[in-house]
């Protein structure tokens, strides 16, 4: 007579049920251990764990987890010397899933522990400021700071909704106080929203408490009137030291500065805003606008010109994203 792999589950099933009482507790473990447990010869970084039941598993796993944790660390500044000190990558044992693969395992086979590395929020790069993001595809990111006038503001969603754009907004937090239905019409329509600081200050000048409260309260503002946080920092007229940059990265921002600057502020010929677009856009490019007349006039060319080129408008978050 053949008996088949599941006519054995089976018949050890009913042994686990009847014997359980008659044969002794030793001999209803060791066919538990042969039914349920970890197939011979299996070993978990260099330890036997055959025969092993699901809850024996868990203390195992569990006590080799500790070894192998790593505390996640933000990158940070030391203040003293002005050393970058750089982020640790943390890791964590998935005890449930290296559960599991012990008891999936096949005889004789080796289980390394299953891992989850525990990413830190500020990186090293936090503490350097961005001209210019990845060169790899083309891609560009359109920024907007707003200190001052809300006339033309409407006008240019309209043609970024047009053209299915997002750009990134840098309101300072002062405009944003002023004009907090223009700032949530701007995130309600999809767009990022930097921060430019509190107010329009030179930040360079700045002690470290001072330019502290210059990114925190643009933070704030910002998030009250539109709903979102910014994630990332424009130094108001591009004015900053490494004290700024550092002061923004422990506060969680990267830095970002501009590849190419339209000097729309100055309100040219809208031809002038276009053609300084056309002769410097690269990949990865970060360009600077302003909300103005000639930039309203010359914004429908300049998202012609960048798709007929193959390039496509992200935020500066999706821009630089790790």
Known sequence: MIITKRGLILILAVFLILGAGVLGPGIYRAAQRTLS??????????????????????????????????????????????????????????????VD??????AHSQVDLVTVLVLPSITKAHFEPIYRGPTSEPRVALMVNVDWGDEFIPGMLD???????????????????????????????????GNHGGWHGMASKMSRAETARLIQEGEDLVLEASGQKPQVFAPPAGDFNQQTVSVAAELGYKTVLWTVDTVDWQRPAPTVIIDRIKSNVVNGALILMHPTQPTLEALPV?????????????????????
């Open 37 to 98: 447990g970890v197939n011979k010869g299996v070993t978990l970084d260099g330890q036997l764990v055959e025969g092993l039941l699901e809850q024996e598993l868990y203390d195992v796993v569990a006590s080799l987890a500790e070894r192998f944790y790593v505390e996640a660390s933000n990158a940070s500044c030391n203040w003293q010397t002005g050393e970058i000190i750089e982020e640790v990558i943390g890791q964590v044992v998935d005890v449930q899933s290296t």
């Open 101 to 106: 693969a012990l008891l999936k395992a096949p």
């Open 159 to 193: 043609v970024f909704d047009h053209y299915g754009v997002s750009a990134t907004w840098f309101p300072t937090g002062r405009w944003a106080k002023e004009s907090p239905e223009l700032a949530k019409r701007i995130s309600q329509a999809g767009h990022e929203m």
């Open 302 to 322: 300049i998202l012609d010109f960048l798709a007929q080129r193959g390039f496509q408008c992200v935020t500066v978050s999706e821009l630089l994203a790790d």
